[in-house]
Nanobody, 118 residues
Framework: QVHLVESGGALVQSGGSLRLSCATS????????MSWYRQAPGKERELVATINPAGDPTKYDDSVKGRFSISRDNATNTVYLQMSGLKSEDTGTYYCMRKYGSFRLDPWGQGTQVTVSS
């Protein structure tokens, strides 16, 4: 059974930094791309960043380029999202997801809440 468990969300001031983690189990982590998504209140969930199985290449939504960095540790089956220069519009619940191409493979986890105060 696949498990995706996000953590690391917090209340942070504008301009601050956070590192999100997603611990995974139940599949061969090193074989799949992984993505981070986020959902702001009242908005649809959006793709933030994707990392290929070997860790390169990575892709980012234009809104986070230069501020966020996705990485992975295939030894511990964990994917990370390092966020810096946080803005109020980064507020939302962040989710990780196993990917095959553009397809999401698993149900959404519980997510982790990021709140950026201005």
């Amino acid at each position: 059974q696949v498990h995706l468990v996000e953590s690391g969300g917090a209340l942070v001031q504008s301009g601050g930094s956070l590192r999100l983690s997603c611990a995974t189990s139940g599949f061969t982590f090193s074989s799949y791309a992984m993505s981070w998504y986020r959902q702001a209140p009242g908005k649809e969930r959006e793709l933030v960043a994707t990392i290929n199985p070997a860790g390169d290449p990575t892709k980012y939504d234009d809104s986070v380029k230069g501020r966020f960095s996705i990485s992975r540790d295939n030894a511990t089956n964990t994917v990370y999202l390092q966020m810096s220069g946080l803005k109020s519009e980064d507020t939302g619940t962040y989710y990780c997801m196993r990917k095959y191409g553009s397809f999401r493979l698993d149900p959404w986890g519980q997510g982790t809440q990021v709140t950026v105060s201005s």
